[in-house]
């Protein structure tokens, strides 16, 4: 029988169905997946773009639980709400949204936009997005490589990558299973036009960039690819300069494509925020740190290091020799791109992307493209056998370790947030936890706004304040309308511990005095980067347990955040928001970091 990729093809979109219906499909729009899609029901629903009328959000919220916090939307000066994440994959769900949404009271299901048929479809449609990302894959790879070389590249990307876990689990609702197919069809089609310059190209080109920035706007950088593309590597700069000016009006219309599908989210920002752009990250413990970006850590940090989770993509970094040296022509959009990409996404101040996906999900989009160095990679060794079966058996150990270590990961081995190099290595080829190992892990940080320092084993102590001021003197600290804040700690992160955290005990009393009825003082405790406050936290005394006319004792722990930078400082004082006087005595803070 003659040997074709198309049978590794159907064989991989029958596993992903098949693992995709085992695992129990309920609640997918739940977390970021719920950020993206809120635009579709609060649009076509409820009416109520603004998010302004919480009723119905609300109900979705106690009735799915999509969310712990509504950190998917912003609320913003004017009373509106703005979402947090740009509307590309709204657009992407929109068909099977709209398909449910005609169905459901058929099914007998509420129209809410989160019951099952909704879930259900937008599921469904997350599959068909992926089986077409595939087959775009698939005609790229024949472009450059025999169908041998092709079903290798399916087999190594598929089941060698963390493609793998995001599609097959949890992960297939989330943007990057979208953009590989995105990315898919726009080097499909970019190169199509470089074969014959055909306007329909440069239509789809313009419109898939688009929506592609649309998606996640640090995508933007997909338009290198098209632009640095080329068919011929003898006088670039000449030969790039000479298309131009012959098919400058195609490239106006391309131009034209990208900024229409980006029309939608500057009129959305125009009608709910006043303005046309919007930054919608006010988190400032996040963000972009393009001047310190942390790439040793995003490539080989046992935490969620790209390389050290996903080892097969090496090879494609070898192959990026080996392209230079067979197809110079496309060597430059390649590799500026892939750099780019590193770049962009290791200068994240959350370099790991959170704890729903396995190695890093970031890089998932991009597998299409460095399909094509890693084909190289492997062309060039088809005629060596000793050296075959050596890189053969190291990309099948690749790709088993990757099946493994996903299975490790889906059922609580391998951590997802929390790795380290002890514990991986406790834990390596283990199919359950070695008993105590758990210790070895990164510092558990509660999900809810409650943190308890349960045990000092393993920590020392650092008092960073201490006022328990002299009664006797009078030198008890007074608060009122004009002295609204008490002194209290001002240090940066660097002071308190070298280390990735520290525990803050916070100590002190407040005395009420009688009859006051105003606004309850809060002590509060909270990091600044440049100035901007991340990671609030507010204890405020209750008037349902205060004791006036008495001393009241604020007491609790506070964990510090993962800083953007160690020159990060830590507040904690008192706020008195009332009028009337109140005292301060007995404010201590402490500091707890690991001794080892």
Avoid at 61 to 79: F, H, M, R
Avoid at 560 to 582: A, C, F, M, Q
Wanted: charged fraction near 15%.
């Amino acid at each position: 029988m003659k040997y074709s990729y198309k049978y590794i093809l159907v064989f991989i979109c029958i596993i992903l169905v098949l693992f995709r219906f085992i695992t129990e499909p309920i609640n997918m729009l739940s977390w970021d997946v719920f950020g993206y899609y809120l635009y579709l029901p609060s649009h076509f629903i409820y009416g109520d773009i603004t998010l302004q009328n919480q009723d119905w959000l609300t109900h979705l919220l106690d009735t799915y639980e999509p969310t712990a916090t509504l950190y998917q939307a912003v609320k913003i000066d004017n009373g509106n709400w703005v979402m947090k994440y740009s509307m590309g994959m709204s657009f992407m769900y929109a068909p099977f949204f709209f398909i449910a949404h005609s169905l459901v009271g058929f099914l007998g299901y509420p129209a809410d936009g989160l019951s099952f048929p909704y879930q259900l479809s937008i599921i469904v449609g997350g599959i068909v997005y992926v089986i077409i990302g595939l087959i775009y894959f698939s005609k790229i790879l024949r472009y450059f490589f025999n169908e041998q070389i092709t079903g290798i590249l399916l087999i190594a990307i598929f089941f060698g990558t963390n493609y793998f876990q995001l599609n097959n689990f949890y992960g297939i609702l989330l943007s990057q299973n979208f953009l590989f197919t995105l990315y898919a069809i726009l080097i499909y089609f970019t190169i199509k036009w470089y074969n014959d310059y055909k306007i329909k190209n440069v239509f789809i080109i313009g419109l898939i960039a688009g929506l592609i920035t649309l998606i996640r706007p640090s995508e933007a950088i997909c338009i290198l690819i098209p632009i640095l593309w080329s068919n011929n590597s003898q006088n670039y700069f000449k030969n790039k300069w000479q298309l131009i000016r012959v098919h400058f009006i195609q490239l106006v219309v391309a131009l034209s494509c990208f900024l229409l599908m980006l029309l939608p989210q500057l009129l959305y920002w125009k009608s709910v925020t006043g303005h046309y752009f919007f930054y919608s990250y006010t988190n400032a413990g996040e963000g972009f740190d393009f001047f310190s970006p942390h790439t040793i850590n995003f490539l080989f940090s046992f935490r969620k290091g790209w390389f050290l989770y996903t080892p097969i993509i090496l090879f494609a970094f070898i192959g990026l020799y080996h392209l230079y040296h067979k197809n110079k022509a496309i060597f430059r959009s390649v590799i500026v791109f892939i750099l780019m990409d590193v770049y962009i996404c290791s200068s994240w101040t959350n370099w790991w992307y959170a704890g729903g996906s396995f190695s890093s999900r970031s890089m998932v989009s991009v597998y299409c493209l460095l399909a094509i160095p890693l084909g190289y990679f492997i062309e060039s060794i088809g005629n060596k056998r000793k050296v075959k079966i050596v890189v053969y058996s190291i990309g099948l150990f690749f790709i088993l370790l990757n099946l493994f270590q996903t299975w490790q990961f889906e059922n609580g081995i391998l951590s997802k947030e929390r790795m380290t190099k002890a514990y991986y290595f406790s834990i390596f080829g283990k199919t359950k936890v070695p008993l105590n190992e758990e210790k070895l892990l990164l510092v558990e940080r509660p999900v809810d706004a409650i943190e308890v320092f349960i045990s000092k084993n393993g920590y020392r102590g650092n008092v960073l304040y201490d006022n328990s001021f002299d009664k006797s003197t009078k030198k008890i600290i007074e608060l009122d309308s004009i002295n609204s804040f008490s002194p209290g700690v001002d240090i940066k992160y660097h002071q308190i511990t070298k280390r990735d955290h520290a525990w803050i005990k916070i100590k002190a009393k407040v005395f009420i005095p009688k009859n006051y009825d105003e606004s309850l003082p809060v002590m509060v405790a909270t990091f600044h980067h440049k100035g901007n406050v991340y990671k609030y936290y507010g204890y405020e005394l209750q008037a349902k347990t205060v004791k006036l006319n008495d001393w009241n004792t604020i007491s609790f722990d506070y964990l510090t955040p993962e800083v953007r930078s160690i020159e990060d400082n830590l507040k904690v004082y008192l706020w008195h928001r009332g009028k009337k006087k109140v005292l301060l005595d007995d404010f201590k803070v402490e500091a707890f970091e690991k001794t080892k």
